[in-house]
């Protein structure tokens, strides 16, 4: 894999990936300066690339074992949003990260740099609402979206059921904010779920704590206070919805809610459990990925 984390030991002639029409020194500089930004990573082969995208308080490592499986037929591109991973973190703005939006504005300007067009986008959680919002700020750069447990709202509101009460929103969110260290050990195992493999929530809380503590606060609270179930109606790209057995994070009725809303959607509940299938049931994930694209 080669890696982009510092785009200046890379010249064009040696990126074979590389749009012809960013070959100019400016241009590229443009382009790397993105590509460092989010610590971007391609790899793999195929004329379609498929990009893969985190979720909250994780980076691009929670996708190795699903996109290492699509290298032979795919340009696959793995990043970090800005605040996590090696990504730049002196690009974190409060305010542009204060919503999704702002998360959604960075994967367009990726897909930019690397001329992308009719290609797959995989989300994790938080970042399958983040495809979303990119697919309807670009069409045509995605033709096909996969969503990984997603919701597009986690507070209950009127009939629809998020799985959280605003207050248990607000109370995980003081946990966070008041002890980060405490909230990720204690989150990450729950989260997680398959408690008869304690490796996976270590390998989730130790991607938690190396977090930065006020950047995985605002983080979270983008993420839990986020309502993007107006944007799912308006979705034209072909989408396909991955959700567990058992999820506290997004339930199975999410997901539901999700494929119901989304006009041109495939729905396929997983014979897995937890929030975080990429890691405890690539193999599966992998499959259903595979037959949708």
Known sequence: MMKLADARSYEPSHSTWLPARLTGNTCARQMHM???RNNVNVSGAGSRA????HGFGCDQNMWNAVARAFEADFRVILFDHVGAGRSDLTAYQATKYAKLDGYADDVVEIGRALELKDAAFVGHSVSAMIGALASLKAPGMFSDLVMVGPSPRY???????G???????EELLEFLADNHLGWSAAMA???MGNPDRPELGETLANSFCATDPEIARQFARATFLSDNRADLPRLNTRTLVLQCREDIIAPPYVGEYVHAQVPNSTYVLLD???????LSAPDKVTAAIRAFV
């Open 155 to 161: 507070v209950d509101e009127g009939d629809y059921i």
């Open 189 to 191: 195992p729950a989260i």
């Open 272 to 278: 897995a459990t937890g929030h975080c299938p990429n």
């Open 50 to 53: 498929m990009m893969f995208s």
């Open 163 to 169: 799985g959280f009460s605003h207050d248990q929103v």
């Open 34 to 36: 993105v590509l460092r």
